[in-house]
């Protein structure tokens, strides 16, 4: 069973910076960290859960557009870990921030939360103004 646990969420003033990261364990072989698509995602109470970043198995990215240019995803699979670098922070990026994997073939970056298997428990994100 594929673990994830977020750390570093927090309360910033608007403008500030955020590093999230995430750390996996519990691979079952032949797959490791690097047999998985991973993602940041974040939801608000009352919301749908809306993607924020996410990053393949093969190293490509992708951006929701409101966090673009802000944000940056990154993996260092020899450490089995997500991040997720936040830079000019807005209150509207206040919400609980969640690290998700799910297994993928040929590098495939998902982005859709249905091809995700495995998530977090979250990180609380809070940017005031």
């Known amino acids: 069973q594929v673990q994830l646990v977020e750390s570093g969420g927090g309360s910033v003033q608007a403008g500030g910076s955020l590093r999230l990261s995430c750390a996996a364990s519990?691979?079952?072989?032949?797959?490791?960290?690097?047999?998985?698509?991973m993602g940041w995602f974040r939801q608000d109470p009352g919301k749908e859960r809306e993607v924020v970043a996410a990053?393949?198995?093969?190293?490509?990215?992708s951006y929701a557009a409101s966090v673009k240019g802000r944000f940056t995803i990154s993996r260092v699979n020899a450490k089995d870990t997500l991040y997720l670098q936040m830079n000019s922070l807005k209150p509207e990026d206040t919400a609980m921030y969640y690290c998700?994997?799910?297994?993928?073939?040929?590098?495939?970056?998902?982005?859709?939360?249905?091809?995700?298997?495995?998530w977090g428990q979250g990180t609380q994100v809070t940017v005031s103004s």
């Open positions: 998700a994997a799910g297994l993928t073939f040929g590098g495939s970056c998902y982005t859709r939360p249905a091809d995700f298997s495995y």
């Open positions: 519990g691979y079952t072989s032949p797959y490791t960290y690097s047999s998985y698509s």
């Open positions: 990053i393949g198995s093969g190293g490509s990215t």
